[in-house]
């Protein structure tokens, strides 16, 4: 499994980093791609747990949210959201399905979840000093990943959640929290990033990150799911791999938006 993990690390960090360094049209496209799977994923694990959402709009909704986050900034991405949302209302009342509040809801959270925190990369890459903050929150939120992996496996006795994810601890989650700081100190003097941007970068990207994980391994838990798809050899779906920087993504970007006035 960590060979596997390795191996899809090894070509999809070179992706990224040249992804992030383009910027631009590649970076929006790229993200498009990776949300629409993340989304079709995660409307899977919601049929799976018993839902019924628009799957077809919601997926398309949130693809569409990192282009529209290119075109027209944060007023045309929320003005998508918008638009999936009312579709998807209009579309419980005409199917006369049961159960509208959770089909509309699941669409809705898809859209959020999935499309508008996506879409926030691209707002943070489109930022003043876009490019040295976003691959600060890029490394911070990966080291965080492999500080709370292998410091849990190594040091690992005291539970986190297990009533969500068994294998997390508690100790893991300072390895994380360690690793993130780590990573962010590595951007932060590549590109020469303030101390504070740095520490505060750092913390909240590893803080949010395992909020990420957390909050994907409840979904999995509730549709009984032990990984989101097998798209990712070594981790499982998009969102597997993902989930951590959908939130420190978000986070991120209002943190550095307020600091560097692009709010």
């Known amino acids: 499994m960590l060979g596997r993990r390795l191996a899809t690390a090894a070509v999809g960090i070179p ?16 993200a498009g791609v990776v ?11 919601s049929q799976r747990a018993g839902y019924s959402p628009a799957w077809p709009l919601g997926t398309l909704g949130a693809a569409a949210m990192p282009i529209t986050a290119l075109w027209g900034g944060s007023r045309w991405t929320l003005g998508t959201l918008a638009l999936v949302v009312l579709v998807s209302l209009a579309g419980e009342l005409l199917a006369r399905r049961g159960r ?4 509309a809801a699941g669409t809705a959270l898809g859209t959020v979840y999935v499309g508008l ?17 976003t691959f600060l929150v890029l490394t911070s939120t990966w080291c965080a990943d492999s500080g ?36 962010a100190a ?3 003097a590549y590109f020469g990033l303030p101390p504070a941007w ?21 979904i ?24 951590g920087l959908l939130f420190s993504g978000v986070a991120a970007y209002y943190l550095f938006a307020a600091w560097t006035g692009g709010l």
Do not use: I
């Not at 549709?223 to 097998?230: E, L, P, W, Y």
């Open 186 to 188: 590595a951007a932060g």
């Open 100 to 103: 509208v509040l959770a089909g």
């Open 15 to 30: 992706v990224a980093v040249v992804t992030v360094w383009a910027g631009g049209w590649p970076m929006a496209v790229v």
């Open 198 to 218: 740095v520490v505060a970068g750092g913390l909240v990207c590893a803080l949010s990150g395992q909020l990420g994980d957390l909050w994907e391994s409840a």
């Open 220 to 243: 999995k838990r509730e549709a009984r799911a032990k990984d989101s798809g097998s798209v990712l050899p070594g981790h499982g779906g998009v969102l597997d791999r993902f989930d």
């Open 148 to 183: 709370a992996y292998f410091v849990g496996r190594w040091l690992g006795r005291r539970k986190l959640a297990p009533e969500l994810s068994p294998n997390k601890t508690v100790e893991g989650a300072v390895g994380g929290l360690f690793g993130g700081l780590v990573g």
């Open 35 to 45: 949300v629409a799977v993340g989304a079709w994923e995660f409307y899977a694990l």
């Open 117 to 133: 925190f996506g879409a926030h990369w691209v707002l943070l890459r489109q930022l003043p000093e876009g490019m040295a903050v």
